[in-house]
């Protein structure tokens, strides 16, 4: 079945911030990055964001028009879950480590 509400489980790691809006999101995680652009999806059909300001005018656009979309956030500060192997989480838990599998900070 379709999803119509984002849900965050802890068995997937922690975030300081759970948002409630695109808002919220937007403004807690939508970090630029150079080695990688958010993926955005909008009604159901991937779209090649050439910029962050891009991507960030595709979500606003598709929340505007009450579409359903998708999108990766970077969170370096993101806690692993118990599970996550332990040479793959940074300091503390968090970020990445020294076998971190690239770009596993998304969210």
Do not use: N
Not at 66 to 83: G, I, K, Q, S, V
């Amino acid at each position: 079945p379709a999803l119509d509400t984002p849900f965050v489980t802890t068995q997937c790691g922690r975030i300081p911030v759970i948002p409630d809006d695109l808002d919220e999101a937007l403004g807690s995680y939508f970090t630029a990055r150079r080695d990688a652009h958010p993926k955005v999806d909008v009604a159901e059909r991937g779209r090649d964001a050439c910029s962050w300001s891009d991507a960030r005018k595709t979500l606003m656009a598709a929340e505007a028009a009450h579409e359903r979309y998708w999108c990766t956030f970077f969170c370096p500060e993101m806690e692993h879950p118990p599970w996550w192997p332990k040479k793959a989480k940074g300091p503390g838990g968090k970020g990445e480590g020294s076998l971190s599998a690239p770009l596993f900070d998304q969210i």
